[in-house]
């Protein structure tokens, strides 16, 4: 509770206060409406989440982790970034909860916190479950599987009854990309709607994030830097987009009458039933 009442910045989740009357014992926190990340890529969502908003909210996240890392001090290490602690407002802002497992470090010069590894299977640091030895690369880790996970709407383990089946989400990751084929790594439910170019570096960011050892991963500053990078090429693309559809609407505008509009001024049409 101490600790949630310092740290305040738009990707947290706000605390807001808690109860502890005899065994009623609560934290409370804003609403968000949309629920969890890991909610909102499950297969049994109806509503998929576009390419633009899987890059939004991990753009969000990073700038959340990034201010818990760098904007305060001295800095602290979630320890527990998963697609169930991400939590979305009614504006599909993205935003980290669930901070009872982070650390703050003792003072800003220290390496690493030596503790009893803690985490959820499947996105805990290999190195910090080896060693003991927690970093703010640990949540760079973490954070590098969200990211896996929102390109490929996958869980990080799979849960079928094959063997095979339940290898983590890197390693089938890791075997689609020695075939270069983005198609088979790219959430399907998208059907092919996304930016390719922002495709092919949104993964190269993920995979930046999970080496097996911490010193081989990025500060999440720059994660950061990169995901911004993703975002821009997507909103280009999009931009572009719009623009050749307005120009060819204006070179063509003929093409905006429908078939109310013709029957409305007398004409009839000999077109055959797929004529626009």
């Known amino acids: 509770v101490n600790l949630l ?14 109860c502890d009357e005899g065994d009623v014992k609560a934290l409370i926190y804003e609403y968000m409406d949309q629920g969890n990340l890991q909610g909102l890529l499950s297969g049994r969502n109806p509503n998929v989440l576009k390419w633009s908003e899987r890059l939004q909210i ?22 527990d970034l998963k697609t169930s602690n991400i939590l979305l407002n009614k504006k599909m802002q993205g935003k980290i909860s669930d901070f009872g497992l982070c650390r703050p470090f003792i003072n800003e010069n220290d390496a690493h916190i030596s503790t009893i590894p803690a985490g959820t ?11 003991g030895k927690l970093n703010k690369k640990s949540d760079v880790y973490s954070f590098g599987v969200i990211l896996l996970e929102l390109i490929t709407g996958q869980r990080p383990i799979k849960e079928e009854a094959s063997l095979e089946n339940k290898s983590h ?3 089938w990751v890791n075997r689609k990309l020695k075939n270069g084929d983005i198609k088979s790594i790219v959430d399907p439910r998208l059907q092919g709607e996304y930016n390719t170019s922002s495709a092919w570096k949104f993964i190269e960011t993920a995979m930046g994030c999970v080496p097996p050892k911490a010193i081989q991963r990025p500060d999440i500053s ?11 090429l997507n909103q ?6 719009e623009r050749s559809e307005t120009e060819s609407s204006r070179r063509n505008p003929n093409n905006s009458l429908d078939m109310g509009s013709l029957n409305s001024l007398g004409i009839e049409s000999t077109a055959g039933p797929y004529a626009r």
């Open 169 to 171: 989400l890197l390693h």
């Open 121 to 131: 299977f499947g996105y805990l640091d290999p190195e910090f479950q080896r060693t």
């Open 236 to 241: 280009q693309q999009t931009h572009t987009r």
């Open 222 to 232: 720059e994660v950061l830097s990169e995901l911004k990078i993703c975002l821009n």
């Open 5 to 18: 009442t310092i740290v305040h910045h738009k990707n947290l989740v706000s605390f807001v206060g808690y």
């Open 58 to 79: 991990a753009v969000d996240v990073a700038l959340g982790l990034d201010y818990s890392h760098n904007g305060i001090r001295p800095p602290v290490v979630h320890r």
